[in-house]
């Protein structure tokens, strides 16, 4: 930004919060790090101050992957499974063909804190005691979410979307919860479905449930994590506007009682249209509101606000039951997001918490949008949001091969920001660091995919 245009901005910066007597909302047009919104930055101090890569050729991994597995589907933060001080890492690969096509699999990566790969353990079909029946095309690592100790046997635990699963019909979509040994091996599963682990939900053909899974506290008070599953398939009120579903277990991993978040249903009064697939990504965001209840985020790349599938995001303020007793949409243009997107971007595809960032209380939140345009066709970005009380977004950054201090090389179609998860203070900087893959990076063959970890820092 040139000297002039900086002092103009300043004085209509001066202007504004003179009149108005606020800086941060109605002024918050004018409050970016490099001095128009359209840089991708606004309010939110915090960048890349390096990153480190995982994948067939970077990170200390020594998996083995094969062309076309997206290793970086998915990801979560699965705790300190070997009690080293440092949180390790679940990635999905869910096109993996251990035991036939597509069937899937998760990597469980013991990280050192420089981001690098200690140790690494495969779940599938043929690996890890792993022992739930896989079939072909259910894409067994397309979701993922630590748990926490459920069982309380001293082991963190695993949820492992499988959206492709046919029980009761046509990748109606299954969720396994995984019981792990500190070793990263599954000692137990249970599998959830259409009728199956105590669900009595109502799934139909391609509703994909498990395509997105988040722990989301002990909201019901018992004792368990409980989970939200997204449907992006479902089709109440009309073709794939997508549904998500509040599921209270049991320490066995099985489910006591469900509620479902659809259009007009849940207490959920949003706006969906077709093939907004709502559901196409959760995230807990923390209780926002104050009423003792965990918030979370929901994806909806699909939607159409001000362009094609240039996507939003649902902020929904739960009660205990599992309902929505309020809602806040973020997308381009709305709940307080000027960050800019393009048509495709299909920003809500993924997301994650971030806890808090610049000393107010309230949440970040991690938005990936892989079908971003920076530098190069699909490359990827991911923003992050400093969100309001209300859930609305009072900031944002970008971070893509253009922004936010990234100097990691994207390559088109990487679909960088496909999947997010934020994996604690690893360098000790203050601010949670994030982990984001890209499944369709290219490193030692076409589409084997890639993880990035971020290590932030506020300006």
Not at 21 to 40: M, P
Not at 115 to 132: H, I, N, P, Q
Not at 289 to 312: F, L, M, Y
Request: hydrophobic share 35%; net charge negative.
């Amino acid at each position: 930004m040139t000297f002039t245009k900086r002092l103009l901005r300043y004085l209509v910066l001066f202007s504004c919060v003179w009149i108005t007597g606020f800086e941060n909302s109605q002024c918050s047009f004018l409050d970016s790090s490099d001095g128009d919104s359209s840089s991708g930055a606004s309010g939110v101090s915090v960048r890349v101050q390096d990153e480190q890569k995982i994948s067939a050729n970077d990170g200390n991994f020594n998996g083995d992957l094969d062309a076309g597995n997206r290793f970086g589907a998915a990801l979560a933060d699965t705790g300190d499974l070997e009690s080293d001080g440092v949180q390790d890492l679940a990635i999905g690969a869910p096109f993996d063909d251990d035991g036939g096509e597509d069937r899937g699999a998760v990597w469980v990566l013991f990280m050192d804190d420089n981001g690098r790969v200690d140790m690494e353990r495969k779940l599938s079909a043929d690996t890890g005691g792993f022992d739930g029946d896989l079939d072909d095309g259910d894409l067994f690592g397309s979701a993922l979410s630590g748990l926490g100790d459920i069982n309380r046997d001293g082991a963190q635990d695993l949820a492992v979307g499988t959206p492709g699963d046919d029980k009761g019909g046509n990748d109606r979509g299954a969720l396994w919860v995984l019981f792990l040994n500190a070793d990263g091996r599954v000692r137990d599963q249970q599998k959830i479905a259409d009728d199956t682990g105590g669900f009595s939900g109502n799934l139909d053909n391609d509703d994909r449930f498990g395509s997105a899974v988040a722990a989301i506290g002990d909201i019901d008070g018992n004792g368990t994590t409980d989970l939200a599953v997204g449907a992006p398939g479902d089709d109440k009120g009309g073709n794939d506007r997508g549904a998500l579903w509040v599921l209270f277990l049991d320490a066995d991993g099985r489910v006591r009682e469900q509620q479902k978040i659809a259009d007009d249903t849940g207490g959920f009064s949003g706006n969906l249209d077709n093939d907004d697939r709502f559901g196409s990504a959760v995230a807990a965001i923390g209780d926002i509101d104050g009423n003792g209840v965990e918030d979370i985020a929901v994806g909806a790349p699909g939607d159409d606000t001000n362009g094609t599938d240039r996507g939003a995001v649902w902020v929904l303020l739960l009660d205990a039951d599992g309902t929505v007793r309020d809602q806040e949409k973020i997308a381009d243009g709305a709940g307080g997001f000027r960050g800019g997107l393009d048509n495709n971007d299909r920003f809500g595809s993924a997301l994650s918490g971030i806890g808090e960032i610049r000393g107010t209380g309230y949440p970040g939140l991690a938005v990936g949008a892989p079908n971003d345009d920076d530098g190069a066709a699909d490359a990827g970005a991911v923003w992050i949001l400093y969100l309001d009380s209300d859930g609305s977004a009072a900031g944002w950054q970008k971070v893509s091969s253009d922004a936010g201090g990234f100097d990691g090389n994207l390559d088109a179609g990487d679909n960088f920001g496909a999947a997010v998860a934020g994996i604690g203070n690893l360098d000790k900087e203050g601010i949670q660091d994030l982990a984001v893959g890209a499944p369709g990076a290219d490193d030692g063959g076409t589409d084997k995919g890639a993880a990035w970890i971020l290590f932030m820092k506020r300006d």
